[in-house]
């Protein structure tokens, strides 16, 4: 099944974490604190930090330094989280990437697999307002393969500032919306977190961009600049053929609006309600035009069916 990343301009880095801490005492050198690289500047939580070089043989388990605990909520898989990072790698003083120069912070599913799992495992069971410190040996991090200017099996260091978390329920709600034209596609309005139905009509598809509607509830209004989780089912009109869905990996995905290259999904997503779900139908002047992209046949008119989940 083709998945959808090729719609977004993605970071050079997008990291997963894990929460479980190691005994490993690390270096006793005053460089290091707790066994891993002392931050020698920026030390308060929204300050750049700046990292010292590590020292010894670095932590063979996931290690995670509390360096000041926030009050807010507790983080758990699922949680849509807004974080400000800065990596390093354990024998480098030298940061490979940083979201506090970018000015813009990271956001990501916890538990989703959008990062390492160094990250996903790291970031869980923290309080919101918190600045930790994380170790992540190379199998939870990129392994031998490395990434960019990671090395293969590097050990990695990441300060993060955890901004926000947000609760992402499993389905959209809300008032149904009738599906009364019967030349466009017909969704299901179950609320169940599983996969609506998508049945596209043996009709000639619209010229103009669609989005209407399935599930209306009464959240935030979408903006272009936000970033929605979503699930979705992605189908092709000419055939009704699925060729991607959130729901078969069972994990949702994170639309940063600004970032989408695919115009009929922003602008069809840009205005609605979040917790709504939505159909957008995007003609090819909306989508992919006349070029393939990712095994999508050139001059297709795409077919969306989205739940608006959450807004970070």
Known sequence: MRRLAGLLVVPLLLLSTAACGSDDKGSDSASMTNGLPAITAGEKFGEKPTLTKGEGAPPKDLKVNVISKGDGAVTKKGDALQVNYLGQAWDSTTPFDNSFDRGQPFELTLGAGQVIKGWDQGLEGQKVGSRIEIGIPPELGYGAQGQGDIKPNATLVFVVDILKAT???????????????????????????????????????????????VLESK????????????????????????????????????????????????????????????????????AFGNEEKQGIPKNSTLVFAVDILAKM
């Open 167 to 213: 609760t992402v329920p499993k389905s959209a709600e809300g008032s149904e919306v009738a599906q009364d034209n019967k030349d466009l596609p017909k969704v299901g309005t179950n609320a169940d977190g599983k996969a609506p139905s998508l049945t596209v009509p043996k009709v000639g598809p619209p010229t103009k961009l669609v989005s209407s509607y």
């Open 219 to 286: 959240g935030e209004v979408v903006k272009a600049t936000d970033t929605v989780v979503v699930n979705y089912v992605a189908a092709l009109w000419k055939d009704g053929k699925v060729f991607d869905s959130t729901y078969a990996t069972g994990k949702t995905a994170n639309f940063p609006l600004a970032q989408l290259t695919l115009k009929g999904l922003k602008d069809g997503l840009t205005g609605k309600k979040v917790g709504s779900r939505v159909l957008i139908v995007a003609p090819p002047s909306e």
